[in-house]
């Protein structure tokens, strides 16, 4: 297995709404990401973990919390959402948190009305 | 601080021509990955440079990396339709724990 998978494919979520976003890898991978994508620009880097603790958070606003509650597995919560957060979330793992490859997940498209 | 710099940011070519994308970037490093994003789609791994000198090929394109100049090149051969899309590259320091620092990106557009 050397996929990265993210669920939902697509969230639209109220500024007063609350919802998850879920990531998981089977790879034995260690450290994971959540990036932030605009439309035609690069990835933002939000928050890194590397053995299922938080090792980078490149201050990134409360109402995106996240959480690793496996070595597999990598949530964002999103609460109180501006419509400006609008952005495709994308999931990264790699084996380690340094000299190592990312593999990317398809992304979550997410829209806040 | 770590800054990568992409050029071109757009490319228009012809199909069956040459072209090479620049990857500039500030900071001593000697690891360098080159990305491809669709529209709408995720970003999929093309190459991984991590000496300098190194030189990848895959199909049309080829990577090399000139970790003394802080350089690396996306060489395209003979561009087909299906190579339309983003290429980003992305600069890791070499120091650890630092997140990966992505350049603009490059959109190509292979026409007929």
């Known amino acids: 297995d050397t996929e990265v998978t993210q669920t939902p494919k697509h969230l639209v979520m109220g500024m007063t709404n609350k919802k998850s976003l879920k990531c998981e890898q089977h790879?034995?991978?260690?450290?994971m990401y959540w990036y932030k994508q605009k439309a035609k620009k690069p990835p933002e880097l939000m928050f890194v973990y590397s053995y299922e603790k938080l090792s980078i958070n490149e201050s990134v606003p409360s109402r995106f919390s996240p959480e690793c509650p496996n070595s597999s597995l990598l949530n964002l919560h999103l609460h109180a959402l501006q419509p400006e957060d609008s952005a495709l979330y994308l999931c990264?793992?790699?084996?380690?948190?340094?000299?190592?490859?990312?593999?990317f997940g398809p992304g979550t498209r997410l829209t806040v009305t | 601080e770590l800054k990568v710099e992409q050029n071109p940011l757009f490319l228009s070519m012809q199909e069956g021509k040459n072209y090479t994308i620049y990857c500039n970037y500030s900071?001593?490093?000697?690891?360098l990955y080159w990305y491809r994003q669709d529209p709408g789609k995720s970003l999929e791994s093309l190459f991984v440079?991590?000496?300098?000198?190194a030189v990848k090929q895959e199909g049309r394109l080829m990577a090399s990396l000139d970790t003394k100049a802080r350089l690396s090149t996306l060489h395209i051969t003979a561009a087909v339709h299906d190579l339309s899309a983003t290429y980003f590259c992305?600069?890791?320091?070499?120091?650890?724990?630092?997140?990966?620092?992505f350049g603009k990106g490059t959109r190509l557009s292979v026409i007929a």
């Open positions: 990264a793992s790699s084996r380690r948190q340094t000299y190592y490859e990312q593999y």
């Open positions: 900071t001593t490093s000697d690891r």
């Open positions: 440079l991590l000496s300098n000198g």
């Open positions: 790879m034995g991978h260690r450290a």
């Open positions: 992305a600069v890791e320091l070499n120091s650890g724990n630092t997140p990966l620092v």
